[in-house]
């Protein structure tokens, strides 16, 4: 008879690991070109985000629908904190 021993690799599957990079940022892109989509009454299918700063606490993405320049500031969680109009 043969034991199998399973458990370091329940408990492994079970622990959480932080989202890789990629991930948030394609939540924190995604989240910005939602809110903008809204603002400006366009599908987000027009409107084209992309991660300009990081920090600890969040980013800063700039969302374009054709010409005019959006920028959110999105947190770790990828919720948009705000927006804003730069240059208007």
Known sequence: MR??????????ACTTAAPPADDLQA??????????ADHVGRPPSEIVSRVIATSDSGATVEARDGARLHLCTVDAAGRVLGYAHPGA
Do not use: D, K, M
């Not at 034991?3 to 492994?12: H, N, Q, R």
């Not at 939540?27 to 903008?36: H, K, L, N, S």
């Open 27 to 36: 939540r924190q892109e995604g989240a910005c070109t939602a809110v903008i």
């Open 3 to 12: 034991i199998v021993l399973l458990f370091p690799f329940t408990v492994a």
